[in-house]
Nanobody
Framework: QVRLVESGGGLVQAGGSLRLSCAAS????????MAWYRQAPGKQRELVAS???????DYADSVKGRFTISRESAKNAVYLQMSSLKPEDTAVYYC???????????????WGQGTLVTVSS
């Protein structure tokens, strides 16, 4: 069974920075795309940033230039460096691993439990 464990959330003032970490564990052959999503109260979950196994990245327009996603494939880990945080960034942030191959042919999608980021004004 594959698990994702996030860490690094918390309370920060507007303009501050936080770094989220997510590590996958379990029987993993390889992972293609890893991503961060967020869900604010009363809103739908949205994609924040994603990174492929070739380190190709994609960002939501709302975070471009402020957030940076990176990964350490050897550790099955993904990170989200968040800077110039705004109150509207307040949300539960979820780590996601798409196409987690558990052998050469079978794959699953896995979600973390979420970590709360609160940005005060």
């Amino acid at each position: 069974q594959v698990r994702l464990v996030e860490s690094g959330g918390g309370l920060v003032q507007a303009g501050g920075s936080l770094r989220l970490s997510c590590a996958a564990s379990g029987s993993i052959f390889s992972i293609n795309t890893m991503a961060w999503y967020r869900q604010a109260p009363g809103k739908q979950r949205e994609l924040v940033a994603s990174i492929t196994s070739a380190d190709s990245t994609d960002y939501a327009d709302s975070v471009k230039g402020r957030f940076t996603i990176s990964r350490e494939s050897a550790k099955n880990a993904v990170y989200l460096q968040m800077s110039s945080l705004k109150p509207e960034d307040t949300a539960v942030y979820y780590c996601n691993a798409k196409n987690v191959y558990i052998d050469r042919h079978r794959y699953v999608e896995v979600w973390g439990q979420g970590t709360l980021v609160t940005v005060s004004s």
